[in-house]
C-alpha cells in the first residue's frame, strides 16, 4: 500500500509558478513510477507528467511542454510538480498517481493504482 498526500497548490495569477508536490508513504518509493493528472469541472482527468522510479525517464504533456517539469527526490519520498508560466486554462485539481516501475501506458489514468485526495490550483488572467 502506498499513501499519497499533495501540497503545494494554490491561487497564482496568470504566467505566475507554483510547485505542487506529493508524499509518499513507506520505504520503497523508488519502486514506484509517479505521475501527475489534473481534473477541470465538467471534464475527464487528464494526463500532465510521469516519471520513473528512478527518475531517469519523464514524459510531460504536450499542453505543459515547456512550462511544466515533473521531478522526484527518492530520499524524501516526494514527487514534484514545477508549473511556470501558468495559464487560466491550467486552472483544475491536480492529483498525484503511483503505479508499478513500468511506464507503458504512462499516460493513462487507469493504469495506477494509488492516488492522492488532490490539491486546487487555480489560475486567474
Known amino acids: 500500500q502506498v499513501q499519497l498526500v499533495e501540497s503545494g497548490g494554490g491561487l497564482v495569477q496568470a504566467g505566475g509558478s507554483l510547485r505542487p508536490s506529493c508524499a509518499a508513504s513507506g520505504r520503497t518509493f523508488s519502486m514506484y513510477a509517479m505521475g501527475w493528472f489534473r481534473q477541470a469541472p465538467g471534464k475527464e482527468r487528464e494526463f500532465v507528467a510521469a516519471i520513473s522510479g528512478s527518475g531517469t525517464f519523464t514524459y510531460v504533456a504536450d499542453s505543459v511542454k515547456g512550462r511544466f517539469t515533473i521531478s522526484r527526490d527518492n530520499a524524501k519520498n516526494t514527487v514534484y510538480l514545477q508549473m511556470n508560466s501558468l495559464k487560466p486554462e491550467d486552472t483544475a485539481s491536480y492529483y498525484c498517481?503511483?503505479?508499478?516501475?513500468?511506464?507503458?501506458?504512462?499516460?493513462?489514468?487507469?493504469?495506477?493504482?494509488?492516488w492522492g485526495q488532490g490539491t486546487q490550483v487555480t489560475v486567474s488572467s
Open positions: 498517481a503511483a503505479r508499478s516501475n513500468n511506464m507503458q501506458g504512462y499516460n493513462k489514468p487507469e493504469r495506477y493504482n494509488y
